[in-house]
């Protein structure tokens, strides 16, 4: 039982890592990663000047017994394996690029060993510091062990942690956030197999399907996406992700209390009326005027001797305060209605999707595929001998052809009775895909 809590405690600890890292180290395998998260989750970084934080690099020690509970069973693999594993994640390698047009190819683990009496002991390489432990005015990426340590893909963990470096919009308010990748970008940032890049259908079942389910599965949160077309040529996707549970994350304030108190006793100093600042809390919400007060502050210092001083700059301060929330709401209201736009867009997509589809059925003869949309495919036999199961290409095809004809051509028919099919029959199993 003590294990088992040692364990829950290590999957609910926070990882940071600065977000270069995040891309330096997209060669790993899901193995490396998990060992990679282990050594991370015990490590306190720098983030702000008033927080204890750590100043070099400490061995991390994970127990025999908590690693036989971390990967111990289907999910996260074999501890039997943990000698075969360990020595390769020994030998991992990553390129860090800097601003100056310069790389470097630098050794993950100073020290990386397992010894049956200790378990794992991890010691990262002092070249890492300054995207592991030095994350002062950095974009850097938060997350929970457990958000990702059950992945099985590559693929997903990727995407996932892609999307996570957006998650900060949560704290403003939104439901949801995304992330636009090209197809350049996904056989990039995800280390896309050259095998499944070569054509969009593979692409898109290996590289992005299987991985979206799996994190819709596995993980505390629900992926999506769109397909980006230039014509007819798919050049990207954007996905979209929220958590399972919103509330926990909608709620959760970039002040807390004590924030809070120094903002408002900062504000005072300024000369700022108490009315005013909780009129502004009230109608905006502290977040938005924490951020107003920062940008306004900095505005004002750099203005020049006459608003630097006395009620000028007061006038001053007050005047940034309002534009600025007046901004970020505006910014925040444009976001809400292009959300708003794409889902009612989508949904009337949809709609023409399912009535060119029950126009092009009836004109050939299909009367009733209205009460075909209710029914589910997977479910349904077809009333012919033995129809063979068309693949994705198959489909991709008989798709394409009836979008381009805006109906079942002779020669179509004669396809899908090749492989065993009436219009009916392949009407009832596969609708879905047709009008997706």
């Known amino acids: 039982m003590e294990v088992m809590i040692r364990m829950c405690q290590i999957l609910e600890r926070d990882i940071i890592q600065a ?183 593979s692409l898109k079942k290996n590289i992005i399907d299987i991985p979206v389910k799996e994190i819709n599965e596995k993980t505390d949160y629900v992926v999506w996406y769109e397909i980006k077309r230039k014509g007819r040529k798919i050049i990207g996707f954007r996905f979209w992700l929220k958590p399972k549970k919103a509330a926990e994350l909608e709620t ?21 009326t108490k009315a005013a600042i909780n009129t502004w809390i009230k109608d905006f919400g502290i977040d938005a005027v924490a951020d107003s007060w920062r940008l306004a502050i900095d505005h004002a210092n750099n203005k020049t001797e006459t608003h630097g001083k006395g009620m000028q700059r007061i006038k001053y301060l007050k005047a940034c305060m309002e534009k600025n929330i007046a901004a970020i709401n505006a910014d925040e209201a444009a976001i809400k209605a292009e959300i708003d736009a794409r889902e009612k867009r989508v949904e009337a997509e949809k709609q023409e999707s399912i009535k060119a589809m029950q126009e092009g059925f009836a004109k050939i003869g299909l009367q009733n595929v209205g009460n075909l949309l209710g029914v589910d495919a997977g479910h349904t036999n077809p009333t012919n001998n033995d129809p063979q199961e068309l693949d994705e290409t198959q489909l991709m095809i008989i798709r394409e052809a009836y979008k381009i004809n805006g109906e079942f051509s002779e020669s179509l028919l004669q396809t899908l009775a090749n492989h065993g099919y009436t219009i009916n029959t392949f009407a009832k199993r596969y609708w879905k895909y047709l009008i997706a």
């Open 252 to 272: 959760a304030p970039i002040c807390t209390a004590e924030e809070k108190k120094a903002l408002i006793e900062s504000m005072l100093d300024e000369g700022m």
């Open 19 to 201: 977000n270069p890292l995040i891309e330096a180290r997209k060669e790993m395998t899901v193995t490396e990663m998990r060992l990679f998260l282990l050594g991370l989750q015990d490590i306190k970084p720098h983030i702000k000047d008033d927080m204890a934080h750590d100043v070099s690099f400490r061995q991390t020690i994970i127990s025999c017994d908590e690693l036989k509970e971390l990967f111990g069973n289907d999910a996260y693999g074999n501890i039997a394996n943990m000698k075969k594993k360990v020595e390769k994640a020994s030998r991992c390698i990553i390129k860090l690029s800097y601003k100056n047009g310069g790389f470097c190819f630098g050794s993950i683990y100073k020290i990386i060993r397992y010894e049956p009496s200790i378990g794992l002991i991890i010691q990262f390489s002092d070249v890492l510091k300054p995207y592991i432990l030095d994350l002062v005015n950095q974009p850097y990426t938060k997350y929970k062990v457990k958000a990702l340590f059950g992945l099985s893909s590559t693929y997903a963990w990727h995407l996932l942690e892609s999307l996570l470096e957006n998650q900060g919009y949560f704290k403003q308010g939104r439901k949801k956030i995304y992330t636009y990748l090209t197809i350049e970008d996904i056989r990039f940032r995800l280390n896309a197999e050259n095998k499944y890049t070569d054509r969009i259908d």
